[in-house]
Antibody, heavy 121, light 110 residues
Framework: EVQLLESGGGFVQPGGSLRLSCAAS????????MSWVRQAPGKGLEWVSG????????YYADSVKGRFTISRDKSRKTLFLQMNSLRDDDTAVYYC??????????????WGQGTQVIVSS | QSALTQPASVSGSPGQSITISCTGT?????????VSWYQHHPGKAPKLIVY???KRPSGVSNRFSGSKSGNTASLTISGLQAEDEADYYC??????????FGGGTKLTVL
């Protein structure tokens, strides 16, 4: 059974940093692309970033480019999102999502339960 | 990177069929066969119900079906059931090497 468990969310002031983690199990981690998707309070889903199975292809939404960095650790079967220069509008539930294949194509064949990030002064 | 356009809400009675539209542009929906649909019950993880425009993941009911015409993708739910009441989102790959979601549609089963 595929399991994705996010952690690292919390409360941070504007301009601060957080590092989200997503521990994966139940599948061969390097065989699948992964993404982060977020949902701000009262808003819809927003794709944030994606990374291919071998980490060689990385993509970002314009809203986070230059501030967020996605990475993955094959040995730890863990996906990361380093978030710097956080802004109020980064407040959201952040979901980790597993793709259908090794390249980022279909976001979210499987999803974690999400981790809450609150950016506020 | 504009969001895809979905109706804010749709409704139907049990047993009926409903269709949710998802309108994009020739830079996303119209140019790629990478449209997916998700069911999201608030407070729970989203669930993939259609991918690559028309395909259903294993275990997803055949009451859910996807289609596309030009720059508009559609999700049809037939034989509406109470448990179908949820938010539905479309998503497409875009030529800017990004993925864009629709604004979401709230389905109410009357």
């Amino acid at each position: 059974e595929v399991q994705l468990l996010e952690s690292g969310g919390g409360f941070v002031q504007p301009g601060g940093s957080l590092r989200l983690s997503c521990a994966a199990s139940g599948f061969t981690f390097s065989d699948y692309a992964m993404s982060w998707v977020r949902q701000a309070p009262g808003k819809g889903l927003e794709w944030v970033s994606g990374i291919s199975g071998n980490g060689g292809s990385i993509y970002y939404a314009d809203s986070v480019k230059g501030r967020f960095t996605i990475s993955r650790d094959k040995s730890r079967k863990t996906l990361f999102l380093q978030m710097n220069s956080l802004r109020d509008d980064d407040t959201a539930v952040y979901y980790c999502a597993k793709d259908t294949g090794v390249m980022v194509a279909t976001i979210g064949n499987d999803w974690g339960q999400g981790t809450q990030v609150i950016v506020s002064s | 990177q504009s969001a895809l356009t979905q109706p804010a809400s749709v409704s139907g009675s049990p047993g009926q069929s409903i269709t949710i539209s998802c309108t994009g542009t020739s830079s996303d929906v119209g140019n790629y066969n990478l449209v997916s649909w998700y069911q999201h019950h608030p407070g729970k993880a989203p669930k993939l119900i259609v991918y690559e425009g028309t395909k259903r993941p294993s275990g997803v009911s055949n009451r859910f079906s996807g289609s596309k015409s030009g720059n508009t993708a559609s999700l049809t739910i037939s034989g509406l059931q109470a448990e179908d009441e949820a938010d539905y989102y479309c998503c497409s790959y875009a030529s800017t090497r990004t993925w864009v979601f629709g604004g979401g549609t709230k389905l109410t089963v009357l």
